[in-house]
């Protein structure tokens, strides 16, 4: 996946977890926290979503990286390069 | 409801999940029976922790989120209003926390500065933390609030709905339930926890879910310090890479084969009897016009089992289903409903044979009616079917040890147990009530089963 398909996919994930959330108008470096207010258990299913559609391992320590868009997408980079 | 809303999570990430029910129908404690032709909720009066649509914060709208809900599922209407009466003072609440204060104001003008400040600290307690969690809420209050008698109607209610301890309450859990009923709110589905329950099973059965009713767990097979699996009551025996027990932390141990290392704790004592009368008019036509009315008849409220006798009717709690805000095209509900609970002991309940049990429930009734038409209009003469349930009927739903509606006072807020792969959720994990036990089966699947995916 390129960094603008990895973006569309995280959004895809985000409108499932947060179906009412208007997300047209996110900033990729601002935190997802910040502007969507999600808790830890939302960052979970992020990580739970990539795993179950893309068999893609995040571990505990790393949760960190997917703070916003931006440090999301360039994290993913190298382990979606193949999909 | 814990369980399943364990299995929803897990089942929605492609584990593979049984929930094992013990009873022939679903639900637990917020379960529905049918007698003399009516449908009979078991545990609901309101759904707390309400928020209207389009909240991102609390409990509701996480847990929404987590299973995948859009808010409109659940169909909730909000309270008309509710009350706290204590002898001679009547402080009115409902889903804005506006109307409590100017109540406070109203009764209480010299503690409004010390309310505020309560509510400041209150706002910061996040209740996935659980560091904070123990400490009396009495002391607590007793540093916040001046008035003794303001102290004690802040309590009745949230003890009412959420507290396994008697006299004191957690700090936590006092938290807890503020924001859920004050801060937040009461609502209900016109058409009852069922709507609630089918949503959820049907959720659960459509990711691939098995549920078994008619299924007692008997016992639960142990390797070491691990669980293998479990025996059900019919021989049958099932393995399991993980378990989730809601059946209580007592109860769950009791069910582990290699008793020997058991920690002994204390099983929960609060316990209620509920009666339910059925009006020939709707209630607001007598005069209740309230959704839940907390009464006390003192000015110190008492919170625990009964001393001597089968109930303890100086307190309780009124509640009408008729009285939600409903949506105009679902109209009035049918019947006139007015429900009581009561606080009772179920050693004693236990203890009756059959004729004194019924002979029991007319007579508690009778006293536990009398006891609260001092605190909304009399209407007794209205009643045209009545119904009582008893901590038998709460143990037979839950299999909670002394039908202990709250559960064991002292809770697990991590869920874990002296096994390594078995969790409790639901009431002794810390989490009580419809919306409590939901967040309760998600956090527990979260933490223990999704994590870490073994
Ligand atoms: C009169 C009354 C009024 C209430 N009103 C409200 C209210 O208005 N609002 C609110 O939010 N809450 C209310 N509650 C509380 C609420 O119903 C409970 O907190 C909630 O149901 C707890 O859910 P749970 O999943 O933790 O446990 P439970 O509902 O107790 O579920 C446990 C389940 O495990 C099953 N089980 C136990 N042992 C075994 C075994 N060995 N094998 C297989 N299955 C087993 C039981 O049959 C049961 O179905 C009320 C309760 C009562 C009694």
């Known amino acids: ?83 | 409801m814990s369980g399943l809303a364990a299995g929803i999570r897990l089942a929605h990430y492609d584990q593979s999940v049984c929930i094992l029910e013990k009873h022939w129908t679903i639900g637990g404690l917020n379960s529905f029976y049918r007698t003399n032709g009516r449908n009979y909720d078991v545990g609901l009066h309101a759904v707390t922790n309400f928020t209207p649509r389009g909240t991102k914060k609390g409990p509701l709208a996480r847990l929404l989120r987590q299973l995948r809900f859009r808010w409109e599922d659940f169909e909730l209407s909000p309270q008309v209003g509710s009350a706290i009466a204590f002898p001679g003072v009547r402080l009115g609440f409902n889903n804005d926390i506006d109307c409590l204060r100017s109540e406070i104001a109203r009764a209480f003008p010299a503690e409004v500065d010390n309310f505020e400040r309560l509510l400041s600290q209150l706002a910061d307690y996040d209740d996935l933390d659980q560091e904070n969690f123990g400490g009396s809420a009495r002391a607590f209050l007793a540093q916040t609030l001046q008035d003794p008698l303001l102290i004690e109607m802040i309590l009745c209610p949230l003890m009412w709905y959420g507290n396994a301890r008697p006299d004191d309450m957690d700090y936590g859990q006092f938290c807890i339930m503020f924001r859920s009923i004050f801060l937040e709110g009461f609502a209900r589905p016109y058409k009852g926890v069922r709507l609630i329950l089918k949503h959820l099973i049907k959720r659960f059965r459509s990711l691939g879910g098995e549920l078994r009713l008619r299924s007692g767990v008997e016992s639960i097979r142990v390797e070491g310090t691990r669980a293998v699996g479990v025996v059900l009551e019919n021989g049958e025996e099932i393995t399991a890479k993980r378990i989730l027990s809601s059946a209580g932390v007592i109860e769950t141990q009791r069910l582990c084969d290699n008793l020997s290392q058991l920690e002994p704790q204390k099983a929960g004592q609060l316990t209620f009897i509920e009666s339910i009368s059925i009006l020939d008019k709707q209630p607001k036509d007598v005069g209740f016009g309230e959704t839940i009315v907390f009464y006390n008849d003192s000015p110190h409220f008492h919170w625990r089992p009964p001393d001597e006798q089968l109930c303890d009717t100086r307190t309780g709690v009124i509640c009408s289903p008729n009285n939600y805000l409903y949506p105009s095209h679902s109209g009035e509900l049918e019947d006139g409903v007015i429900r009581l609970t009561t606080i009772a002991d179920y050693q004693r309940w236990k203890q009756l044979d059959d004729k004194e049990y019924v002979r029991a429930k007319m007579w508690w009734y009778d006293r536990s009616v009398a006891s609260a038409v001092r605190f909304i209009p009399d209407f007794r003469s209205h009643v045209i079917d009545t119904d009582v349930f008893t901590p038998k009927t709460i143990r037979r739903f839950t299999s909670h040890d002394n039908g202990a509606v709250y559960g064991a006072p002292d809770k697990q807020l991590d869920g874990t147990t002296h096994l390594s792969n078995l969790f409790l959720c639901g009431t002794d994990q810390g989490f009580v009530g419809i919306v409590g036990a939901i967040v309760s089966g998600i956090s527990m699947a979260n933490m223990h089963c999704l994590r870490d995916p073994g």
């Not at chain 1, 601002?30 to 808790?39: A, I, K």
């Not at chain 1, 979503?49 to 893309?54: D, F, P, Q």
């Open chain 1, 1 to 83: 996946m390129t960094p603008a398909e990895i973006r569309d996919e995280i959004i895809d994930i985000l409108s499932e977890i947060a179906p009412d959330e208007d997300l047209s108008g996110l900033q990729d470096e601002q935190s997802f926290r910040e502007q969507m207010e999600l808790d830890s258990m939302d960052f979970l299913d992020i990580v739970m979503e990539l795993r179950k559609r893309h068999r893609i391992q995040i571990p505990e320590e790393e949760y960190g990286e997917l703070a916003s868009m931006a440090s999301t997408v360039r994290y993913l980079e190298p382990k979606m390069a193949n999909i």
